[in-house]
């Protein structure tokens, strides 16, 4: 862990197998696109969040991500391999951080990345192209191979 604003160095990684892990994510709105991503690599991701978006809503009633309808709770990480931070409460965020790294848990949080010890690469996804970039790195573009989709 680094403090706000210090570079730490960075190992870029990039996850497998992520339908044999549990993976939570703590919060609502910004736990969506988290959800979304985790999704996309293969996880069924465990929400607790007191409510859900509409998506998130539907994910749920598609089977595609466990909804856990209360506030985090201590011991709610036990049992996972990576955990997200994304509530609107710093302070929960920290909990949950605190927690993941006792744990030794690979957890992300959203509004203080320097807590956890890992980010995600943002991308953007825009046909034919797709843009990805994880700091301090500038974006890199490629283009989509013929009949790929990007979604």
């Avoid at 570079?7 to 969506?32: F, H, K």
């Avoid at 995600?120 to 996804?125: K, S």
């Amino acid at each position: 862990m680094s403090s706000a604003g210090e570079q730490s160095p960075t190992y870029p990684l990039m996850l497998t197998n992520l339908a044999q892990a549990r993976c939570v994510v703590v919060g609502g709105a910004v736990a969506e696109r988290k959800a979304r991503d985790l999704i996309a690599g293969g996880a069924r991701p465990v929400v607790i969040s007191p409510t859900v978006t509409d998506a998130l809503g539907d994910w749920h009633a598609a089977g595609q991500i466990e909804h856990v309808a209360r506030a985090y709770q201590p011991g709610d990480l036990a049992g996972a391999f990576l955990a997200v931070a994304a509530t609107n409460d710093r302070v929960t965020n920290a909990a949950v951080a605190e927690e993941a790294a006792r744990m030794g848990i690979l957890i992300n949080v959203a509004d203080a990345p320097w807590i956890g010890n890992f980010h995600t690469a943002a991308t953007v996804r825009h046909w034919p192209s797709l843009w990805r970039s994880a700091p301090p790195k500038p974006p890199t573009v490629m283009r989509a191979p013929v009949g790929m989709r990007c979604s």
